[in-house]
């Protein structure tokens, strides 16, 4: 096992992977910005690096800073968290050239399913179903050629893109020249790969996304889904497990297609598949998350694991060394809602002083968080204060619960998101379980909040 891992991340994460470290008795190393130096992953850590000013790109996404914070504090592994570093492959490869396990797939693995059209191919060599789609576009005239064989609506994807970034829709023939260039121009500046390829467009789909977790010896779970539609201009808002939508032989099926998938082609850590289901209930391949998600707690509050400390024993060489069959079962149901530091109105995020802070508690509450009362937001990063988490038996259960729950959450001082929160527990539609990736922007342009 490792002795002493850094964490090359902040706030809830960053404290997330330290507990994980604690339970397993692994030494802590936090790397901090000049913002971040009263942080609760500094306070506690076992040691703390300063690794630059407020900026990302000089401090959190700064390499050569991390890496020399790893080799002066004799980390033997560095936890990347999600967002930052965590899906660079060329950070992966360079820790592995230091002598330092990066906590997550192989550089490899990260490329072969980093990258959507490699993704594709390899997801329909194993059966996981997909949409039609085309293969990289070479010109206007050859996208026009692949839209009218898969059929308008089609949408244009940079392959290098991810979370919708790079997506342009295209309804009919006369949109296509226009759409290619300004696809085809955002992927060449804004990501590494220039390739940008077409798929079928289905409209107001679900979002839903599979977990598993493999080990490096061939053993692999697969963990159950979660359902993700509920999101704002690609950001997920709440997230539950299972999914409303999921029936226990498709969850079976797509079980095994995707656990033959992974271990074929050598995938290690943990991993997420993405999907989108269309009104009949169909489900097709979007693209892998390589790293741990924001939402992978819905999964472990109904599996009762710590995926965390799972990925670092995995990592580390450990075998899972029992069938998830065996090893675990679903239990009850889980709902995430993020709470975030924002304009009610305007969704602008709303950093600063937060003057009070009370989380809730009590049967089936959990809140993963980085701030305290007294805590300043910075400016410098995403929003989100805190993941409140809950688990019940049934999701009518649940929904109760978590309505409690964020009752009882008290935030002083800043603007948050926690009435958003109550209006989409009292929404039909919600309630039904019957959402899709529309249903925010429905509530919102519907009527204004009740008083
Ligand atoms: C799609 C789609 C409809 N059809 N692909 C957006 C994020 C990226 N992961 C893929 N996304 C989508 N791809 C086809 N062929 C609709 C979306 C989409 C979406 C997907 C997941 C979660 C939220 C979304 C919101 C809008 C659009």
């Given at each position: 096992m490792f002795k002493k891992i850094l964490i090359a991340n902040r706030g809830e994460i960053a404290l997330r992977i330290l507990r994980a470290c604690r339970e397993l008795g692994i030494k802590t190393v936090a790397v901090h910005s000049d913002v971040d130096a009263r942080a609760l992953h500094v306070?506690?850590?076992?040691?703390?690096?300063?690794?630059?000013?407020?900026?990302?790109?000089?401090?959190?996404?700064?390499?050569?800073?991390?890496?020399?914070?790893?080799?002066?504090?004799?980390?033997?592994?560095?936890?990347?968290?999600?967002?930052?570093?965590?899906?660079?492959?060329?950070?992966?490869?360079?820790?592995?050239?230091?002598?330092?396990?990066?906590?997550?797939?192989?550089?490899?693995?990260?490329?072969?399913?980093?990258?959507?059209?490699?993704?594709?191919?390899?997801?329909?060599?194993?059966?996981?179903?997909?949409?039609?789609?085309?293969?990289?576009?070479?010109?206007?005239?050859?996208?026009?050629?692949?839209?009218?064989?898969?059929?308008?609506?089609?949408?244009?994807?940079?392959?290098?893109?991810?979370?919708?970034?790079?997506?342009?829709?295209?309804?009919?023939?006369?949109?296509?020249d226009g759409a290619f260039a300004s696809a085809k121009h955002e992927a060449e500046t804004g990501f590494k790969n220039p390739d940008v390829y077409l798929e079928k467009y289905v409209d107001r789909p679900r979002h839903i996304e599979f977990q598993v977790l493999a080990d490096h010896h061939g053993g692999i779970w697969t963990l159950g889904e979660r359902e993700c539609s509920l999101q704002r201009r690609h950001q997920k808002v709440l997230e539950e497990a299972p999914s409303p939508a999921m029936t226990a032989e498709k969850r079976q099926a797509m079980a095994e297609v995707i656990r033959r998938a992974m271990q074929e082609t050598g995938y290690t850590s943990l991993g997420t598949l993405e999907f989108i289901m269309d009104e009949v209930g169909e489900l097709a391949f979007l693209e892998v998350n390589t790293r741990v998600q924001?939402?992978?707690?819905?999964?472990?509050?109904?599996?009762?694991?710590?995926?965390?400390?799972?990925?670092?024993?995995?990592?580390?060489?450990?075998?899972?060394?029992?069938?998830?069959?065996?090893?675990?079962?679903?239990?009850?149901?889980?709902?995430?809602?993020?709470?975030?530091?924002?304009?009610?109105?305007?969704?602008?995020?709303?950093?600063?002083?937060?003057?009070?802070?009370?989380?809730?508690?009590?049967?089936?509450?959990r809140v993963d968080s980085g701030v305290y009362g007294g805590w300043r937001v910075p400016s410098s990063y995403d929003s989100l204060l805190a993941k409140l988490v809950v688990h019940a038996p049934t999701r009518a259960d649940a929904i109760l619960r978590m309505r409690r729950a964020l009752d009882e959450f008290i935030i002083g001082g800043i603007r948050t998101n926690i009435d958003l929160h109550k209006r989409l527990l009292a929404d039909p539609e919600v309630i039904a379980g019957t959402m899709t990736t529309h249903t925010i922007e429905r509530m919102l342009s519907a009527k204004p909040a009740p008083p």
């Open positions: 306070r506690f850590a076992d040691e703390a690096v300063c690794i630059g000013p407020a900026a990302s790109a000089k401090s959190y996404l700064h390499i050569p800073a991390i890496i020399s914070a790893a080799e002066i504090t004799a980390a033997d592994a560095i936890h990347p968290g999600y967002g930052f570093l965590s899906e660079n492959a060329e950070f992966a490869r360079l820790c592995g050239k230091c002598g330092i396990t990066f906590i997550g797939p192989s550089p490899e693995a990260m490329r072969a399913w980093g990258d959507k059209v490699t993704a594709r191919t390899n997801a329909a060599r194993f059966g996981i179903p997909l949409l039609a789609g085309s293969p990289v576009l070479e010109d206007a005239a050859h996208a026009l050629r692949e839209a009218n064989r898969i059929g308008f609506p089609v949408i244009l994807k940079a392959s290098g893109g991810g979370g919708g970034r790079g997506m342009r829709i295209v309804r009919s023939p006369n949109e296509i924001v939402e992978h707690t819905v999964t472990e509050m109904v599996t009762g694991l710590d995926l965390v400390a799972l990925q670092i024993r995995v990592a580390a060489g450990e075998k899972l060394d029992l069938p998830d069959t065996r090893a675990w079962s679903f239990r009850g149901h889980a709902i995430e809602c993020r709470i975030n530091a924002e304009d009610p109105v305007t969704f602008a995020p709303w950093p600063g002083l937060i003057t009070e802070y009370f989380p809730p508690g009590g049967t089936g509450v």
